[in-house]
């Protein structure tokens, strides 16, 4: 559940993560449909690398839904976006193209909608595929990672096992709101001792600071959200 949503700001790309070795997100209109501008804040979202036309199309197809699930929400909706195959394909290929070559050999994708884009990465990049999972989800041994919630904790979970010491790891989710879920599942890669290369996700919402939780674990976004003032 998710604070409005409804001002925006155009964003630089952050660089692409390099291979091992190496140093290492324009705007929408009112919530439904989301028109894209370039100037100054006004809308529901915001888009990086704004020279991509393709990025263009991945906006025009997330709908934005008011007072869901509880009044007072603009819930970001992606399953429009699935309606639209080039959109989607286009979703996965901006991720393929920052991570192809550059030593990537996991991709994890955090319960649930991190399933949904982070295999079609994985296959695109050469990558095996870790699915991160609520409690009692996963049949075998798993490792787990508690995490605070507004009201109580929960945790999130894998196969022992499925992340190896020196393995270069992504997360994957659709978006990145308080950054509880991904800060765990940051810490869960990190404690069998492999590397979090980035976080990748779809949408952000930058008033929830969620970039701050994660501390200085790079987080790459398509598209950003603002609450309105």
Known sequence: MLPSASRSTLLLPH???????????????????????LGRRRGSAAVAMASDGRVERIASTIRVI??????????????TLLLDPQAF???????????????????????????????????????????????????GEVISEE?????????????????????????????IATGGTLCAAAKLIERVGAEV???????????LKGRDKLGNRPVFVLVQAEESG
């Open 197 to 207: 290369v980035e976080c990748a996700c779809v949408i952000e919402l930058p008033e």
């Open 89 to 139: 394909r286009d979703t996965t290929d901006l991720f393929v193209e920052r991570y192809k070559g550059k030593g990537i050999t996991v991709v994890a994708g955090v319960e649930a909608r991190g399933f949904i884009f982070g295999p079609p990465i994985a296959l695109g990049i050469g990558a095996k595929f870790v699915p991160l999972r609520k409690p009692k989800k996963l049949p």
């Open 147 to 175: 995490y605070s919630l507004e009201y109580g904790t929960d945790k999130i979970e894998m196969h022992v096992g499925a992340v190896q010491p020196n393995d270069r790891v992504v997360i994957v989710d659709d978006l």
């Open 15 to 37: 660089p692409a993560p390099t291979s091992p070795g190496g140093a290492r997100e324009r705007q929408f209109g009112r919530p439904g449909r989301v028109r894209l501008r």
């Open 66 to 79: 008011p007072d869901f699930p509880k009044p007072g929400i603009l819930f970001q909706d992606i399953t």
